[in-house]
């Protein structure tokens, strides 16, 4: 069973956000994602969820919440709500950004503020969580 974690950021009244750009072999070759990645080891679902943020954003964030979770057969996703804490957006260093080769059809990765008017007019992915996100800043909840 794969694990993922991702964290939803507000910041400067948006929504941190991974633009994917360049993308090959994949259905999609430009879409947003919320940061985040595999647990590794150990780690709780909330340090994993740190961990992946400080590498994709270079951001240090504190887990306010669980918001969301999908499950399917194969994988569970887990999406927390974060505050940040401290750093500058984009300086990250995960693998990502290392030049390996590993990476060459990954396309480019680029951390955005997306407002929270534009979120429902953005193309993020997975819709299932896209689509919750908005009711939430709808609803005030966000």
Same mark, same amino acid.
């Given at each position: 069973?794969?694990?993922?974690?991702?964290?939803?950021?507000?910041?400067?009244?948006?929504?941190?956000?991974?633009?994917?750009?360049?993308?090959?072999?994949?259905?999609?070759?430009?879409?947003?994602?919320?940061?985040?990645?595999?647990?590794?080891?150990?780690?709780?679902?909330?340090?994993?969820?740190?961990?992946? !943020?400080?590498?994709?954003?270079?951001?240090? =964030?504190? !887990? =306010?919440?669980?918001?969301? #979770?999908?499950?399917?057969?194969?994988?569970?996703?887990?999406?927390?709500?974060?505050?940040? =804490?401290? /750093?500058?957006? /984009?300086? /990250?260093?995960?693998?990502?950004?290392?030049?390996?080769?590993?990476?060459?059809?990954? /396309? #480019?990765?680029?951390?955005?503020?997306?407002?929270?008017?534009?979120?429902?007019? #953005?193309? !993020?992915?997975?819709?299932?969580?896209?689509?919750?996100?908005?009711?939430?800043?709808?609803?005030?909840?966000?």
């Amino acid at each position: 069973m794969r694990v993922r974690l991702a964290g939803i950021i507000p910041m400067e009244n948006g929504i941190a956000l991974m633009h994917r750009q360049h993308v090959k072999n994949r259905r999609y070759e430009d879409y947003y994602v919320f940061p985040g990645g595999g647990q590794e080891g150990d780690e709780t679902l909330e340090q994993g969820t740190i961990r992946e !943020i400080k590498e994709e954003f270079g951001i240090d =964030v504190k !887990i =306010v919440k669980l918001l969301y #979770t999908l499950k399917s057969e194969d994988k569970e996703e887990y999406f927390f709500l974060c505050e940040y =804490v401290s /750093g500058e957006l /984009g300086t /990250g260093e995960g693998p990502e950004f290392s030049g390996d080769p590993k990476y060459i059809d990954s /396309g #480019t990765y680029t951390p955005e503020i997306i407002s929270k008017q534009e979120i429902k007019n #953005t193309f !993020i992915l997975p819709p299932e969580i896209k689509e919750k996100l908005v009711e939430d800043i709808e609803n005030g909840i966000i």
